[in-house]
């Protein structure tokens, strides 16, 4: 009996013992996975900080993509829809140029033109060629151009003058035609503003 | 503009490279634009670069492979080459003579401007000092680039320039202004995909709505590269200075312009320079480089990075030599950086902005900024000088002090340097990582910042 009561007093000590111990552990545990959650705590703000920020500046880059090229588009659709209206109203002037009458302000025409390209070659022995329509007016001026002739070739053009000299090395091109390509840009520019664009 | 035309000859006495001869040629002068028209019609573009003796020598833009000197005419246009402007020219693409590349019709234009330019009035000439951000950390943390200035990049064959210029373009920006920025990219003798690259870049990015492009491919005329960073630079000036934009132009790669200078020289049997180049090769780049800057009373500026590959990555060469005379600084690209996979693989200790101290401080970057670059700089020549004893001594016999110049080395190219082609940091981050590496040293190491600044941000471990 005697040796089993020690032994159960033993056993008591040992239980106790170990509950103490047991007891002890858990609360340093509970007190180190607190402190290791409140040392995590900055971390995962941390974390959690940049996480958002690299969304928002992820975000903020497929915005100014999206607004970007959407931008560029429209652009350019209105860009192609502009120059089909200049085209438009470059082909009914160009018409109107084509057809206009060959009256005495034409034939003014025509004598500046001869006069400014024998001014431009520097020479009056020339050639002169043009097209059907202006080839009787043309021929009736070359008599105050001593030396000029009218060339046998008539020209695709919509009215005015190409003037060679008589030894070919030199052309000036007086065409109506090569005027408006030369002014181009800037008649482009003058109905581009009378759509708006470019006031 | 002038309704006048001009006179065509067609007495073409030689074609020789480049250029073409033309007799008995009357009225031509200097520069003047002329339209060579050959047999089957096609015209090409030119300009004058010689005239006398009833003689002009005309250097043909597109080439004269396939001209004859029978049945070539040449017609002077009575004007210099000029280029269409307006706002319109912004997210647009051209070649490298500025015609539309991208599909659309000619921009209207504003104003019709030379492109040779006109220099700027040195007296007018503002001293530039205002900030602008690229996102790249080592460029803006040690290497700032400011508004008006020109800092060009020494790189060499094969290594990563055009991404760094295509991500300085994509990301380039002036902090505390609602100004408008504006980026004019010329790609000079590039190759399709590269050229590809760029464009493909500012459209995903998009940055192309703020940008203009001129590409000037490798297959394309050589002699076109003397006209592109011109009709560039016409670009940026009248943005600049019309409108009141900020413009950086990004100009790459100058040793194809350098060389197209170079062949029109040898075909005008000009007494060669070193290397082959002109003699005036100096004189032809300053024309170049000088059209950047701010001016007095006018709003914008234009700011230049041009970009260079050293022959050999030979610093001595010519080009990056003449270049380096007329800049303000340089940024140098190290081979062997890039050989260790680093991005952008800027060699620090070779590079200098000469206006970064106008451009940082208080009131533009930070207060602290030029003082932590300049530590940064000094414990980065420090950490090179121990990694030299290291490979004599081994490691084991640095000294503990060594050991953390060697730490800051590491760092500096693993977390300053080295940066993703999308990753755009503000000036903010930049500065902390900068303080992150200084934080690796001990204080009494960090002799060339202020107390103040090393209480407020020295990063305790």
Known sequence: MAS?????????????????????DLEK????????????????????????????????????????????????????????????????????????????????????????????????????????????????????????????????????????????????DNTIDAKIERLKPLIRKEIASKFGVGN | MTTEGGVQYSKIAEIKGPLVIVDDVENAAFDELVEIQTTDGERRLGKVLEVGNGKAIVQVF????????????????????????????????FDGLGRPKD????????????????????????????FIQTGVSVIDGMITLVRGQKLPIFSGSGMSHNLLAAQIARQASVVGTQDDF?????????????????????????ALKRSVLFLNTADDPAIERIITPRVALTVAEYLAFELGMHVLVILTDMTNYAEALREISAAREEVPGRKGYPGYLYTDLSTIYERAGKLN????????????????????????????????????????????????????????????????????????????SNQVYDAYSRAQEVRALAGIVGKAGLTEIDLKYMDVGDVFEKEFLTQATDENRTIEETLGVLWKIVSKLPKNEITKIKDKFIEQYYQEE
Do not use: W
């Not at chain 1, 941390?46 to 958002?52: A, G, M, V």
């Not at chain 2, 230049?304 to 060469?317: F, R």
């Open chain 2, 182 to 206: 504006a980026v004019v990219f010329a790609a000079i003798g590039v190759q399709y995909s590269e050229a590809e690259y760029f464009r493909r870049s500012l459209e995903e990015s998009g």
């Open chain 1, 4 to 24: 089993n009561s020690s032994l159960e007093q033993a056993i008591d000590k040992i239980l106790v013992k170990t509950e103490k111990e047991i007891l002890s």
């Open chain 2, 297 to 372: 009373g006018r709003k914008g500026s234009v700011t230049q990075v041009p970009i260079l590959s050293m022959p050999s990555d030979d610093i001595t060469h010519p080009i990056p030599d003449l270049t380096g005379y007329i800049t303000e600084g340089q940024v140098v690209l190290g081979r062997d950086l890039f050989r260790q996979g680093v991005y952008p693989p800027i060699n620090i200790l070779m590079s200098l902005s000469r206006l970064m101290k106008d451009g940082i401080g208080e009131g533009s970057t930070r207060a602290d900024h030029g003082e932590i």
């Open chain 2, 103 to 130: 599909g659309l019709p000619d921009p209207i234009a504003d104003q019709f401007i030379d492109i040779n330019g006109e220099p700027m009035n040195p007296e007018q000439r503002e001293y530039p000092k205002d």
């Open chain 1, 29 to 172: 545990t509970g007190s180190d996975s607190k402190n290791i959650l409140d040392n995590a705590l900055p971390k995962l703000q941390q974390e959690y900080d940049k996480i958002i920020s690299d969304g928002k500046k992820e975000a903020d880059k497929i915005e100014k993509q999206i607004v970007g090229s959407s931008d560029i588009e429209l652009r350019n659709k209105q860009l192609l829809l502009l120059e089909e209206a200049v085209d438009k109203v470059f082909s009914k002037a160009l018409d109107q140029i084509a057809n206009v009458d060959r009256n005495d302000d034409y034939s003014n025409l025509i004598k500046t033109l001869l006069k400014e390209s024998t001014n431009v070659l520097g020479t009056s022995e020339i050639t002169v060629n043009t097209n059907t329509k202006d080839k009787d007016i043309v021929q009736s001026m070359l008599s105050q151009f001593p030396g000029s002739e009218l060339g046998s070739d008539s020209i695709d053009c919509l009215g005015g003058i190409i003037v060679k000299s008589k030894d070919g090395s030199m052309t000036f």
């Open chain 2, 62 to 93: 597109e080439g004269t492979t396939g001209l004859s000197i029978s049945g070539t005419n040449a017609k002077f246009v009575g004007k210099v080459m000029e280029m269409p402007v307006s706002k319109e020219v912004l997210g647009r693409v």
